[in-house]
DNA sequence: CTCATATATTCTACAAAATAAAATATATAG
DNA sequence: CTATATATTTTATTTTGTAGAATATATGAG
């Protein structure tokens, strides 16, 4: 078996978002699902410098779009979670989610 | 406000491990509880280190206990908590929850 | 006593993840 | 052909994550 492996945090919010949106998840969509749903702000930058990490990993897949016929318009590159990236985003909840059951009931709670 | 925080996913798991030891977290009692309930080993050393930064960030308290008398026994530490830790837990907790609830019903599940 | 041994924590060094700011690319409107 | 609006990449640095070696300290055996 090879080592086991758990997503970083950020890595998780990433993947979070490409799930929340889809077939849509590019650049600044992601930026702006991050901000709204997990109310945090995070630098372009960040977000590419993470995405590309998660390539490499195999935990996201890439997919070159058309650029949109208005005003300023590079071409979008749409990522997708992999199949891979699902089980380890599983995984990585549950190990958290494990030890937080049976956890006498107080400040933190898993639901609501 | 202060800049938002939130937390990295180890130091999650070893907060996680100290709410459900309660008041029985030190050292290897932690590797243990992440051991069999997250499924993930973890270093001894890998763990203090988290265990101070967390202290260092006002996130964990400490408590020096007695040796035990039984052979071998340097005096433990115990570690617990705070009050901030807990909020940044929460919050953390929430942004991915945020994010993930409202997706397409598939491989990732927040429950169950 | 003192030494072997069993815990327990701390130190050291490095790898990986997170992060922002600046630079670059590329499309279209005028 | 150039100004401007997206969009992505690059660069640099800080913070987290990680293991292994070193150190500390208690007791049991003799």
Redesign the interface.
């Known amino acids: 078996m090879g080592k086991?492996k758990?997503?970083?945090?950020?890595e998780?919010?990433v993947?979070?978002?490409l799930?929340?949106l889809?077939d849509d998840a590019y650049g600044s969509r992601i930026i702006d699902?991050?901000d709204e749903?997990?109310?945090?702000?995070v630098s372009i930058g960040a977000l590419y410098a993470t995405l590309k990490r998660l390539e490499q990993k195999g935990l996201v897949t890439v997919r070159q779009g058309e650029a949109t016929p208005v005003r300023g318009g590079r071409a979008k590159r749409y990522f997708k979670i992999t199949?891979e990236g699902?089980?380890q985003?599983?995984r990585?909840?549950?190990?958290?989610r494990?030890?937080?059951v049976?956890?006498?009931v107080?400040?933190?709670?898993?639901?609501s």
Request: charge should be positive.
């Open positions: 086991q758990f997503l970083g945090e950020f998780m919010i993947l979070a978002a799930l929340r889809d699902a991050i749903h997990a109310d945090r702000s199949a699902q089980r985003m599983q990585s909840l549950n190990a958290l494990n030890l937080l049976g956890t006498p107080g400040a933190v709670r898993w639901v």
